[in-house]
């Protein structure tokens, strides 16, 4: 990918919300180890009204522009705490004025990679995925990073990347990206395969090693070639017979990172995002890393 189509480098949505904080920190030392610019984009909304008063329109402008300023400063201040120690990475801003989802879908076709909270501002109560994020997760065009408040300390450091696999070639992507990751961050891969999508061991009983052999077999074929790319990753291979997002979650709690395809096994054409990433994406206590293929 050239540098001229990863202008943004790490591109990051930011609206002051601890979410989006959380994304700013896990970006900024994406950045360092990938040696890339951070983009901080703060989109500030049109205002949309069926009446005209001047003066109310005026002051609500005026404060939206006041609040993004502030919205920027935490965000550089948050930047600049999460790599304390280490050289900083360049830091670009975007101030943008038009619908969220419309600036950061088409700022992600220019980016590494886009990270984003869970949620922001104004969450609908219960809700764990906010409406940008699940658009995002559809439609960005270039991989998606889910941060979340909580769960980017800096103990995580040491703790191994989760990859997902589900045997599809649609998933060697994400197996590439998870690569990747663990050998930049000096890290152990575990990867899981779920060969069923329901809870089927209880029904199976000796047959359990028949197809435990079969999830064995697909692991080394999807694994084999990224092993000799990366020989100084250490990879753990994890078989399962049960459905994969509980697994995933689970695991999660012990991972840094988790990545996920968009879609397995099973996905229908036009669905850009399976019943398991976004399950994985909106329970898991990690960061969770959704690439397309």
Request: glycine letters at 10%; a negative charge; one cysteine or more.
């Amino acid at each position: 990918m050239s540098q001229s189509s990863t202008r943004f480098g790490m591109l990051v949505g930011i609206d002051g919300s601890p979410e989006s904080l959380a994304a700013v920190r896990w970006a900024a030392r994406a950045a360092v180890l990938r040696r890339r610019p951070v983009t901080l984009m703060h989109v500030v909304s049109p205002i949309i009204v069926s009446w005209s008063i001047e003066a109310v329109l005026s002051d609500y402008q005026g404060w939206q522009e006041d609040n993004a300023d502030n919205v920027i400063k935490l965000a550089q201040e948050a930047l600049c705490a999460a790599v304390d120690g280490s050289p900083a990475p360049e830091v670009l801003v975007e101030r943008r004025h038009d619908g969220v989802m419309t600036e950061l879908t088409e700022a992600s076709g220019s980016a590494d990679l886009i990270v984003i909270g869970s949620r922001g501002l104004g969450p609908v109560g219960g809700a764990v995925l906010g409406s940008v994020s699940r658009g995002l997760l559809h439609h960005a065009r270039c991989p998606v990073v889910v941060a979340k408040d909580g769960v980017d300390s800096d103990t995580d450091r040491e703790l191994p990347v989760l990859l997902g696999i589900d045997g599809s070639p649609s998933s060697e992507a994400a197996i590439g990206f998870a690569f990747a990751e663990a050998s930049r961050r000096g890290v152990d891969l575990v990867a899981l395969h779920a060969w069923s999508d329901v809870a089927l061991f209880p029904i199976l009983g000796l047959d359990w090693h028949k197809f435990e052999d079969q999830g064995r077999e697909i692991l080394g074929e999807r694994l084999a070639g990224w092993q000799e790319q990366y020989p100084d990753v250490t990879v753990h291979r994890r078989i399962v017979c049960d459905k994969p997002a509980r697994w995933l979650i689970d695991e999660s709690r012990h991972s840094q990172l988790v990545v996920v395809g968009s879609r397995g096994r099973g996905g229908i054409s036009g669905m850009l995002l399976g019943s398991v990433s976004t399950a994985v994406v909106e329970s898991a206590s990690a960061p969770v890393a959704v690439i397309r293929a």
